[in-house]
Nanobody, 113 residues
Framework: QVQLVESGGGLVQAGGSLRLSCAAS????????MGWRRQRPGKQRELVASITSTGVTNYAGSVKGRFTISRDNATVVLQMNSLKPEDTGVYYC?????????WGQGTQVTVSS
């Protein structure tokens, strides 16, 4: 099992920055992909960014150039700059270990205009 603890998030004005962090514990040795998904109001959960154990990153088109994902062992960080009101939503940490997926509890990000 893998336990995930998220931190960061909150309320920020448009153009501001936030940093999300997700620390994994437990059986972390075979974690392959770590990343973030979000669920915006009225929309389905979607990929924000992910990073593999070899450092390969993948970003949603809407966040490219504004968000940066990084990883240090079992911690993944999402640096969010130039935030827009449409970035508002609940952000979930997700990790893949073997054939299993583990999710964090979610953290609210609210960007005011």
């Amino acid at each position: 099992q893998v336990q995930l603890v998220e931190s960061g998030g909150g309320l920020v004005q448009a153009g501001g920055s936030l940093r999300l962090s997700c620390a994994a514990s437990g059986s972390t040795s075979r974690i392959t992909v770590m990343g973030w998904r979000r669920q915006r109001p009225g929309k389905q959960r979607e990929l924000v960014a992910s990073i593999t154990s070899t450092g390969v990153t993948n970003y949603a088109g809407s966040v490219k150039g504004r968000f940066t994902i990084s990883r240090d062992n079992a911690t993944v960080v999402l640096q969010m700059n130039s935030l827009k009101p449409e970035d508002t939503g609940v952000y979930y940490c997700k990790v893949v270990r073997g054939s299993s997926e583990f999710w964090g509890q979610g953290t609210q990000v609210t960007v005011s205009s």
